[in-house]
């Protein structure tokens, strides 16, 4: 899978307010970016130049109907990922691999060879600019495993960012090793740079490039 350039992609943390979370982040020196129209938003991003973004995530906002066609079509291993995030209430809730290429053709037939169930989407949405951004995800029905997206078309990653508080990026993530199929991580991310899994479940935390600073001590404020 090396060829398939496989990386860190993101990291979820789930607040229950979204507009007072961007608030706190933003006086704390971070540039944060609404996913969509801020009065319809449940997500904001923090970006840096390179390496592993930060997602604040309120929640989907789906509809009931929505969800029980997912359930209808197939889906409820999504709504139990999802189900998993909203238990946290506060707190980091998941974290994601991202391939480089505009797809995730390789990654799909590398699960169906191995008979590892997983839901693929489409994904798309508006950003604040009015722009439409289109990827690839692919869910695992293991809601333990970290789940993959294709890269951003177009890709909205700023060439040039400086926070105020002069954080320029994410220096590892800390997961829990209990329940993750380490092997077929190993599999897929040889090169395992930025993470470090640790006992317990889950994403942990997240460390930032020479800073103390942390998002979850920012939001609980």
């Given at each position: 899978?090396?060829?398939?350039?496989?990386?860190?992609?993101?990291?979820?943390?789930?607040?229950?307010?979204?507009?007072?979370?961007?608030?706190?982040?933003?006086?704390?020196?971070?540039?944060?970016?609404?996913?969509?129209?801020?009065?319809?938003?449940?997500?904001a991003?923090?970006?840096?130049?390179?390496?592993?973004?930060?997602?604040?995530?309120?929640?989907?906002?789906?509809?009931?109907?929505?969800?029980w066609?997912?359930?209808?079509?197939?889906?409820?291993?999504?709504?139990e990922?999802?189900?998993?995030w909203?238990?946290?209430?506060?707190?980091?809730?998941?974290w994601?691999?991202?391939?480089?290429?505009?797809?995730?053709?390789?990654?799909?037939?590398?699960?169906?060879?191995?008979?590892?169930?997983?839901?693929?989407?489409?994904?798309?949405?508006k950003?604040?600019?009015?722009?439409?951004?289109?990827?690839?995800?692919?869910?695992?029905?293991?809601?333990d495993?970290?789940?993959?997206?294709?890269?951003?078309?177009?890709?909205?990653?700023?060439?040039?960012?400086?926070?105020?508080?002069?954080?320029?990026?994410?220096?590892?993530?800390?997961?829990?090793?209990?329940?993750?199929?380490?092997?077929?991580?190993?599999?897929?991310l040889?090169?395992?740079?930025?993470?470090?899994?640790?006992?317990?479940?889950?994403?942990q935390?997240?460390?930032?490039?020479?800073?103390?600073?942390?998002?979850?001590?920012?939001?609980?404020?």
């Amino acid at each position: 899978m090396q060829q398939n350039k496989i990386q860190l992609s993101h990291v979820l943390y789930r607040v229950e307010e979204l507009h007072l979370a961007v608030r706190k982040l933003r006086d704390a020196g971070f540039i944060i970016e609404y996913g969509t129209d801020p009065v319809n938003a449940y997500n904001a991003f923090i970006w840096f130049e390179n390496g592993v973004f930060i997602e604040i995530y309120h929640n989907s906002g789906l509809p009931f109907y929505t969800k029980w066609m997912m359930k209808v079509l197939g889906y409820q291993p999504i709504l139990e990922r999802m189900k998993e995030w909203e238990k946290v209430g506060q707190g980091w809730c998941e974290w994601a691999l991202e391939s480089t290429m505009e797809n995730l053709h390789s990654e799909k037939e590398f699960f169906k060879k191995r008979n590892i169930p997983f839901r693929f989407h489409k994904a798309k949405r508006k950003d604040v600019d009015g722009n439409i951004l289109k990827w690839d995800l692919l869910m695992p029905d293991d809601i333990d495993f970290p789940f993959f997206m294709s890269a951003y078309v177009p890709n909205p990653k700023p060439k040039e960012i400086n926070h105020p508080n002069g954080i320029t990026g994410v220096k590892n993530i800390l997961v829990g090793a209990d329940s993750l199929d380490t092997h077929l991580l190993d599999q897929l991310l040889p090169a395992q740079g930025g993470l470090q899994l640790i006992p317990g479940k889950g994403l942990q935390t997240v460390e930032l490039i020479e800073s103390d600073l942390r998002i979850e001590d920012i939001l609980k404020r």
